[in-house]
């Protein structure tokens, strides 16, 4: 069993930014992939951003990618979304979730994600 909880989300103008934490607990974090995906409203879930057990492994999405940074501290249990130049476009509900049965790579499908936080919204403004 794996709790996540998101935050740092808000209300920002375009091509400011923002860094989104997301906080686990439950299983040793060291031991599995995380990644960030978001939810506009009308829209599929997508995935954003995703970090292997050790942060040496990183993959981001097209669209995010050379703006968004992911990163990881084990030591806090903690991962993170560093947002640059963020767009309009980038509004939406960002989820950070956790894939118990990979550690040395990371998935880019929702589908393989175990758990996942409750969300923290994202709202870029033009």
């Known amino acids: 069993q794996v709790q996540l909880v998101e935050s740092g989300g808000g209300l920002v103008q375009a091509g400011g930014s923002l860094r989104l934490s997301c906080a686990a607990s439950?299983?040793?974090?060291?031991?599995?992939?995380m990644g960030w995906f978001r939810q506009a409203p009308g829209k599929e879930r997508e995935f954003v951003a995703a970090?292997?057990?050790?942060?040496?492994?990183?993959y981001y999405a097209d669209s995010v990618k050379g703006r968004f940074t992911i990163s990881r501290d084990n030591a806090k249990n903690t991962v993170y979304l560093q947002m640059n130049s963020l767009k309009p476009e980038d509004t939406a509900v960002y989820y950070c979730?956790?894939?118990?049965?990979?550690?040395?790579?990371?998935?880019?499908?929702?589908?393989?994600?175990?758990?996942w936080g409750q969300g923290t919204q994202v709202t870029v403004s033009s």
């Open positions: 439950g299983r040793t974090f060291s031991s599995y992939a």
């Open positions: 970090i292997s057990w050790s942060g040496g492994s990183t």
């Open positions: 979730a956790a894939d118990l049965f990979v550690a040395t790579t990371a998935g880019t499908a929702a589908y393989e994600y175990d758990y």
